[in-house]
């Protein structure tokens, strides 16, 4: 079974300071990694995407990838009250079929 | 240009009935997939449509079912709902003749109450 893994949380950083989350992913076969953002009652929103090992970076937003480690973060620069959500990390192998992990709460305070 | 656009917006139901959920894809997708996200968890994959034809199924019972139109607009049928039938449903539209990379948005999605 495809499985996708996010430590639930709530990750509390102060205002300003980096917050990072993490993911880790079973299927070998994965190609295609997303973050996405979801406020409470509303619709995931696509904040990044990865293809590739390494770094992408977007505004105060940098996606990891470790292929060989089954791992993919997201790191949030300079944190803001509005950043805090619920990040879902999820994942596809082909078509188009995304297979989430749980997500985790995010809490940034001023 | 109207992204993937869901009906209605929220709906209550009572075990046992039937419900029916609509999707209209961004314009230029072809594609359509549902997703079922319960209070507190991730998405769950339900199934995809291309060509009007159910092409990818997750792990959901056949009590859910789908349909896609001419016009790429899809539904989303669910019968004989339980208690544990309620939950955000979720729809995304892709372009199939792009790469299967293609990041997916999804519409505003539908909360379904089952009382």
């Known amino acids: 079974q495809k499985e996708v893994e996010q430590n639930s949380g709530p990750l509390s950083v102060p205002e300003g300071a980096i917050a990072s989350l993490n993911c880790t992913y079973s299927d070998r076969g994965s190609q295609s990694f997303f973050w996405y953002r979801q406020y409470s009652g509303k619709s995931p929103e696509l904040i990044m995407f990865i293809y590739s090992n390494g770094d992408k970076e977007d505004g105060r937003f940098t996606a990891q990838l470790n292929k060989a480690s089954q791992y993919v973060s997201l790191l949030i620069r300079d944190s803001q009250p509005s950043d805090s959500a619920t990040y879902l990390c999820a994942v596809s192998n082909a078509g188009n079929m995304l297979t989430f992990g749980g997500g985790t709460r995010l809490m940034v305070k001023p | 240009d109207a992204g993937v656009t869901q009906s209605p917006t929220h709906l209550i139901k009572t075990r046992g009935q039937q419900v029916t959920l609509r999707c209209s894809p961004k314009s230029g997708h072809d594609t359509v997939s549902w997703y079922q996200q319960a209070l507190g968890q991730g998405p769950q994959f339900i199934f995809q449509y291309y060509e009007e034809e159910e092409r990818q199924r997750g792990n959901f019972p056949d009590r859910f079912s789908g349909h896609q139109f001419p016009n790429y607009s899809s539904e989303l049928n669910v019968n004989a709902l339980l208690l544990g039938d309620s939950a955000l449903y979720l729809c995304?539209?892709?372009?199939?003749?792009?790469?299967?990379?293609?990041?997916?948005?999804f519409g505003n999605g539908t909360r379904l109450t089952v009382t």
């Open positions: 995304a539209s892709s372009y199939h003749g792009s790469s299967y990379n293609s990041p997916l948005h």
